[in-house]
């Protein structure tokens, strides 16, 4: 009877101190891998940015060949930096179109647009598509387009937040392990899918006016003004003949005429210039004055429903154009006046587009991502890292001799936010049954609904208030600039678009 | 038969008793200095534990900061402003809803500041305040800008970056720690009111003006006197 109950007491005292010894193990496991976790996470978002840098220092050593019409080049994968017995991997994320680098020429600038051009863009495509972009018309303007989904009205309205997503940024916007689960949607380049909205529309399409090597154009404007005052621009105009210099001349006197790239080329041609004449004054001159001008589209890479959303040109002229570019000869990439000679447009036509159509790109969208991968065989058998990535949305502006950030976006929470909007919009559906789930469901939901980011995802409290889509409106109305009105960037490093920016009526040689 | 039963009764001499009262005395005496040292080891781990913690978030918070700060948003307003003991950045990232900002939304807002009563810092993300848990006597923030070292910036009336951002902080440790500090043959050179910091650190601030790296470091040396360059110091 006494070695029973002593037999007892002390099985009960290994067994409490077995279970007070798992539970401190768990514990320092559990501190360790948070740890871990933290430490990864910093060491993938300083590699993204070296990504970053080295992104922008490989486009800007193509710069030349992009201010001449080119496209960017090279691997996606940028840098490998050993971490361990793995290493971490900083790759460049495919686009839409299956490449790295995106141009942001190619797309229609949100400060252009309106109700026709939407019916262009959503041609095809999904209609919270569509109410996304008249959000975006509703509040101009807009620093980025990245965001649109927050500027959607869904609050009330009951929008499919998935479903704005997707149609957003597509499923190539994803992240890791979703835009793998989603690669069939990446670089199909739109054969059949309508292309998300961020790869029709951007908030970066204001024109560097810079020629294609990189100097300021002409500001033909000040230009005459000077040379009429005596000043220094007298040598700039040398590069014109006399028949062009009237021609210049006499559109920058009239103040009754609207100065833009379409009126010297109606100048121009009025005086018998040839189109390729054409093209290389519209290279190195300009009626606007500053660093930049109106947002224009890259006819070469702009997508079908771009290219018709750009007023003058419409549906079956930008059918023509995505067919003809593919065939064009290397003088004629120089410009745009083979919209003329390849009897795309007419002359009245094309002289009413051409202030708003390039063919080349300055700015640049990339996604840099890093993630840690396996060194070898040997190494992927080891105890897997907490899954992982880090990425930034970027846009390199390549005008400038140094590469100018223009906008970088940490995006590394994007699936994170979008486990949230999915778990909320599951349980505003259960709180149409119930007044406000239950801990325990809301815990249930979590689980079931985002398995893959359970480890790292915010979970709702009971008092937590699902997100509101309900920014303030502003007003809807711009204006149209006026000819002489200095159009300005939009970028991370650039605080006010109608601020000031030097002028560029300096003699070019 | 009794001389056996009275050996047996004897006990322990007073030479036994003795050496094993000493033995006793000093397996006690070990055992009270192990249990005395195992406190102030977990004290102190548990204190360095916290700072570590601390200082690791607040620097998160400040690369995350600069690395992806704007120079001013028409919705938030300056990108990078702040002063001695407080700072704010609104920079360009994924918002996940919690902060009072939309979900999804393009700009976030983050606040640092130092109570100097409570002795605290604060991390506010939106609507979110998180207080470190590790006492602080003193944070000290300088900001980098083309002119020199600046005690306050502001990126909207600037209109443009800073070089980078220097933060460096001074643990509440009690006096102890302070007189150890001041013992400290490389603290010696020091005033005593400047002791040098625990942590400090230097970031450079994305897109801000470009800058010699060995220039920073030579700014850093003449602004922080005999305290090293830019690197951490725990």
Known sequence: MRRGFVLIAVLVVIAAAIFVATGAIFAARAASVSARAADLERRLRDAALDGVALAADRLAAQRLALLQGGAPDGEELLTAVPDGPRQIEVRLVPQWDGRPFASESAKLDASVLDHAAIDALVDGAADVSRELLESVLARRPVDSVDALVALADGGDAGIDTEAALEAALGPARLLGDERDENDEGAGAAGASLAPP?????????????????????????????????????????????????????????????????????????????????????????????????????????????????????????????????????????????????????????????????????????????????????????????????????????????????????????????????????????????????????????????????????????????????????VDATIAAPPSRERTAPIGRDIAAPTSSLPSSSSPRR | MNACRAHRRRGFSLLEAMVGVAIAVALLSALALFTTNLGDTRARLARLSREIECTEALFTALERGCATAVVASPSLGSGVSGDATTLRFVRAAVGLGNDGRPAFSGESEVSIAFDTSGRRISIVRGTLADTLSAPVRRMRIRYLAERGWEDSFDSGAEQSFPVGIEVALWFDRGEAIDDAVRDDPDADALPLSEPPPDRRRFFRCTGGPKADPLAIRSILDEGDGAVSGGEDRR
């Open chain 1, 197 to 473: 909205l961020i790869a029709l529309m951007t908030a970066h399409g204001a024109e560097p006016l810079v020629d294609d090597l990189g100097v300021s154009r002409l500001d033909l404007v000040d230009a005459f003004n000077e040379s009429a005052a005596g000043g220094a621009a007298e040598a700039s105009l040398e590069l014109f003949d006399d028949a062009e210099r009237e021609a210049l001349q006499a559109l920058v006197k009239d103040r009754n005429r609207r100065k833009d790239d379409g009126a010297i080329v109606t100048a121009l041609v009025g005086r018998g210039v040839g189109l390729g004449r054409v093209d290389e004054i519209l290279n190195e001159c300009t009626t606007e004055p500053g660093s930049h001008g109106i947002p224009r589209v890259d006819i070469v890479r702009a997508d079908v429903r771009v290219l018709a959303a750009i007023e003058g040109i419409g549906t079956d002229a930008a059918a023509r154009i995505v067919d003809l570019r593919d065939t064009l000869e290397d003088e004629e990439r120089r410009g745009t006046s083979w919209l003329v000679s390849r009897r795309v447009l007419s002359l009245e036509d094309y002289a009413a587009v051409a202030g708003r159509i390039t063919h080349r790109s300055a700015l640049w969208r990339f996604r840099v991502e890093s993630r840690i991968v396996a060194a070898d065989e040997r190494s992927a058998a080891l105890e897997p890292e907490p899954a992982s990535v880090y990425a930034f949305d970027c846009i390199v502006d390549v005008s400038r001799a140094e590469p100018r950030i223009a906008y970088l976006r940490d995006v590394a929470l994007l699936p994170t936010a979008r486990a949230i909007a999915r778990l909320m919009r599951q349980a505003s559906g259960e709180g149409e049954r119930a007044s406000a789930p239950t801990e325990a469901e809301t815990s249930a939901l979590t689980e079931e609904a985002v398995p893959e980011v359970a480890d790292t995802m915010f979970r709702p409290t009971p008092g937590f208030r699902a997100p509101r889509f309900d920014l303030p409106t």
